[in-house]
């Protein structure tokens, strides 16, 4: 009897510090530990008993002050999310207590958890409230609530904007002012946008991504033009945005025609692509895709991989339909692949599937949008390079795709082709 009420201590107590990390942010499992390390000496059946009973009040109160877990009816923990981030190797989070995670690959610091180890659980950075989070090929940038805008990682180009080249393994702020709103960012450089509408972007300019009208490099923000944009997306060498009157402009590199003009020519300045109303864009790796006001979905560029889903693998130099529906509410561009929600909350994906990033049960590649996953109800998905992250109505989140970083979070390094939830503590499970 002892032995067994010992074991249902030991879960208890690590359940506790699984949902409630922050308030015991830096136990190390100090308690866990202690009892596995009197089992040498054996426990006082009425002390664990008292133990017990006092950890059950803690553990009613926790769950009434913690907002960011909820207890379920099936005895689990879990993380409640409002959003995610997928770079190439590593991931960011933010709870719905607005406490930022992060997790994967960490050689530049893009992790921003003052270390280079890699983790393949969600570590929590910081303590601040956060409310958005870009994840980028080795460079992180979030936004608090106070409208500043901070970076961590890689900074050889100086996509950090701190004005300097040196990698950063925690973050700093991305100069002064505290009026920022979104931010978006390529392979090497940044871009963001101001409550006033203002455009700025740094970091590296080669293929005038910057939309400066050169290709100088950058170690601070520039402001672009002065006209006013709404919203702002950036693929691996070139730059997509809406400007606040429905139009959509794109300049950088444009070999594979991923900016949509009908040529392949480099562009250094904001060029316009149609005349069509858009609301949302996203850039992935070579390629663009975009919502229309009517819902219909359109790409073009790079396909090689079919990640524009038209059918084939024919690179498109002006915008394409893809599937005739027109209930398409939000697009995410991965390097070779793209992932899609309807206005029902179902998610699509098509593309390269090499790692398994679409989420279908394979590894074959798509060329038209195939339905994913077991929810009906999602609220918002990512694509990295060769991973994806969603987010079900309910807060939940699940990945899948490569993870030899950890970039998927749930504790290991294995590839998955399934969708694998993160951040959920099954303690039923564990009592077996």
Not at 161 to 182: A, C, F, H, L, M
Not at 335 to 356: I, P, R
Request: with cysteine; net charge negative.
């Amino acid at each position: 009897m002892g032995g067994e009420l010992e074991q249902i201590l030991l879960i208890i107590l690590n359940s506790i510090e699984f949902a409630c990390t922050p308030i015991l942010e830096g136990t190390g499992g100090f308690l866990s530990k202690g009892i596995m390390k009197s089992r040498s000496t054996s426990f006082d059946l009425i002390t664990i008993e008292v133990v017990l009973l006092v950890l059950f009040g803690v553990m009613i109160a926790l769950y009434a002050v913690v907002p960011k877990t909820s207890w379920g009816a099936d005895g689990t923990f879990e993380k409640k999310w409002v959003s995610v981030a997928a770079g190439k190797s590593h991931s960011l989070g933010i709870n719905s207590d607005g406490t930022l995670w992060a997790w994967g690959g960490n050689g530049v610091g893009q992790l921003g958890d003052g270390t280079l180890t890699e983790r393949h659980s969600p570590v929590q950075i910081s303590g601040d409230k956060w409310v958005s989070v870009l994840a980028k090929f080795v460079h992180s940038v979030a936004l608090k609530s106070d409208g500043t805008l901070w970076a961590w990682g890689g900074n050889k180009y100086g996509q950090l904007g701190d004005g300097s080249t040196i990698e950063r393994d925690s973050p700093v702020q991305v100069s002064t002012d505290n009026n920022w709103v979104s931010m978006a960012g390529g392979r090497y450089h940044t871009i963001a946008l101001k409550s006033d509408g203002s455009l700025w972007a740094w970091g590296n300019n080669g293929y005038g991504q910057l939309g400066d009208g050169t290709t100088t490099l950058r170690y601070s923000p520039v402001q672009i033009g002065t006209d006013k944009w709404i919203s702002i997306t950036a693929g691996t060498y070139h730059t997509v945005a809406l400007k606040s009157d429905g139009t959509l402009w794109a300049w950088g590199n444009n070999e594979n025609g991923q900016l949509g003009d009908g040529t392949t020519t480099k562009r250094i300045l904001p060029v316009q692509i149609s005349n069509e109303k858009w609301v949302s864009v996203s850039a992935g790796g070579f390629h663009s895709i975009a919502l229309r006001s009517d819902g219909t979905l359109w790409a073009w560029g790079g396909n090689i991989y079919g990640q524009l889903g038209d059918g084939s693998t024919f690179e498109k130099h002006s915008p394409v339909q893809i599937d005739k529906d027109n209930r398409w509410t939000s697009i995410s561009a991965g390097y070779f692949h793209t992932v899609a929600l309807k206005s029902d909350g179902t998610l699509w994906a098509w593309g390269g599937n090499e790692a398994g990033q679409l989420g279908d049960s394979t590894t074959t590649g798509r060329h038209f949008p195939v339905n994913i996953g077991q929810h009906d109800k999602w609220a918002s998905v990512v694509a990295g390079y060769f991973h994806t992250a969603a987010m079900s109505s309910s807060g939940t989140l699940w990945t899948w795709g490569l993870n030899e970083y950890g970039q998927l979070g749930d504790g290991t390094t294995t590839e998955r082709s399934t969708l694998v939830q993160i951040g959920r503590f099954n303690l039923s499970k564990n009592l077996q």
